[in-house]
């Protein structure tokens, strides 16, 4: 079965810093993973996904993410935080039930503050 | 912003009841997917429709029925509600059934006394 762990509850950093959120997948065949992010009492947003090619993965908001496919880890990254990033960010598996729909199974989610 | 949206934002029920969940999808998109998210943790798959038919459910029990409507509007049905139903649901919509992307509404929060 396709999971994915976010071995981080909460990830503190000060504005200007870089900052990781960091997944590590288990997946059977090729991953099609995603980082979305949660606002307080706002819906998920899309910020990336990767499907093939390149391993450095370029989203929204100057976030990007790195696929690594040896150590089963596609990491969220932003080079220089900001503190309107402060919001909970989960990442994605994109599965495929017996049935033929395509779901998605998120992880726990990462909080993410970003201190002024 | 998507323009995905969801009605109610809040709904408080007591145990036992029966409550309805509304989604309106974004303009084009006819696929609608609802998942759960139990405070603390990810969301969870509920099922998904296309094109007016359930092709596809995870792992919850038959009290939790949908529908979409012609104008791939979708509602969410909860019957004989139990305390660990209190919960956010999502309702996402996408276009095609592949779900490369999610657009996603800001859920309604729903609390089972």
């Known amino acids: 079965a396709q999971s994915v762990a976010q071995p981080e509850d909460q990830v503190n950093v000060a504005e200007g810093n870089p900052l990781t959120v960091k997944c590590t997948y288990s997946?059977?065949?090729?991953?099609?993973l995603f980082w979305y992010v949660q606002y307080p009492n706002r819906g998920l947003q899309f910020l990336l996904k990767?499907?093939?090619?390149?391993?450095l993965v370029k989203g929204s908001y100057g976030f990007e993410a790195e696929f690594n496919k040896s150590q089963t880890s596609f990491h969220l990254k932003k080079p220089s935080a900001l503190v309107s990033d402060s919001a909970l960010y989960f990442c994605?598996?994109?599965?495929?039930?017996?049935?033929?729909?395509?779901?998605?199974?998120f992880g726990t989610g990462t909080r993410l503050k970003v201190l002024a | 912003e998507t323009g995905v949206t969801q009605s109610p934002t809040h709904l408080i029920k007591t145990r036992g009841q029966q409550v309805t969940l509304r989604c309106s999808s974004q303009?084009?998109?006819?696929?609608v997917s609802w998942y759960q998210q139990a405070l603390g943790q990810g969301p969870q798959f509920i099922f998904q429709?296309?094109?007016?038919?359930?092709?596809g459910r995870g792992n919850f029990p038959p009290r939790f029925s949908g529908l979409q409507f012609p104008n791939y509007s979708s509602e969410l049905n909860v019957n004989a509600l139990e305390l660990d139903d209190s919960a956010l649901y999502l309702c996402?919509?996408?276009?095609?059934?592949?779900?490369?992307?999610?657009?996603f509404g800001s859920g309604t929060q729903l609390s089972v006394l």
């Open positions: 429709y296309y094109r007016e038919e359930e092709n």
């Open positions: 990767y499907i093939t090619g390149d391993n």
């Open positions: 996402a919509s996408s276009w095609g059934h592949t779900n490369e992307k999610l657009f």
């Open positions: 997946v059977s065949g090729n991953p099609y």
């Open positions: 994605a598996v994109r599965d495929i039930a017996t049935s033929g729909t395509y779901k998605y199974i």
């Open positions: 303009s084009g998109h006819n696929t």
